[in-house]
């Protein structure tokens, strides 16, 4: 579906008793109803639990840290309740140290100040940390099964956790935190900013050990990317054995047939997929046959779009 574009349609979920209703309009302005009542975008997680793939994350591989930062945050944040307030405790913490920083640079503070930040600095970006790497352990297995499936004669895929706080043998994340922080505390004045810390940590995808950014064509970095995401599928499916809504965006172009062949099949076999694309003819043909197809055209209230078929 285009950026212009704009869905009016529900879903029920008649197993735990909740109906959805979400329009999209035209400018982005959204309308999300829970059992007919109007409720905020955010509740729609307690309820529809998605994982996407859009055209945007192929920047995922060879894009910006802190793309793959928002990913990883996003993965682990389902299987640590602690992780969302172990982020809003940190990022708190980051923020009053790096102008606290400023300030002594500036002459206008005192290090000795520093401290009452580092204690809720260090505990949650430690705990940030090694839920990361929990996660990265968790991911491993079904990452590696997800990049078989589509691309069978390929190396094995991985995700590297690259910190410039790595523990040493025996050591726990928040003590090579704390340890970093001690040897970089004279820079971190000069640069008046935190300078080690999950902020600026990164992933790597790797193939065979090797750094997928450094050689993969547009197709093995797609092949990447999707099995990330079925991977996700299987994690979030393995919490309590309900399976997410798998949406995928413009899938299947720069993948070569071989790979499509092996993609669909993954595909059928899902509980539910919604697959969008702006040509039909994108969609590979066998999983043509097998879908149950939808249009979204114009019409609907206020230049909403609504969306028709699915016999």
Known sequence: ????????????????????????QTGGRKKIQVNGVPRRPSVLAEHLRTVLFAPEEMLLVIGPPTLRRTAVDGLTAPHDPSYASNGTTYSRALQQRNSLLRSIREGEADRDQLRLWDEPFLASGGAIVAARLRLLELLAEPLATAHREIAPAEGRLTIGYASNAAPVPGEAPGDALARRLRETAEKEVWNGSTLVGPHRDDLIFLLDGRDLATFASRGQQRTAILALKLAELDLLTALDGRPPLLLLDDVFSELDPARRVHLVRRIAELP?????????????????????????????DEGAAVVEGGA
């Open 1 to 24: 579906m285009g950026p212009s574009a704009a869905v009016g349609g529900g879903a029920d979920s008649s197993a735990h008793g909740v109906s959805l209703e979400i329009t999209l």
């Open 272 to 300: 539910q997929a919604l697959i969008t694309t702006t040509d039909p003819d994108d969609i590979d043909p066998d999983l043509r046959r097998r879908a149950r197809p939808w249009r979204v055209v114009p019409g609907g």
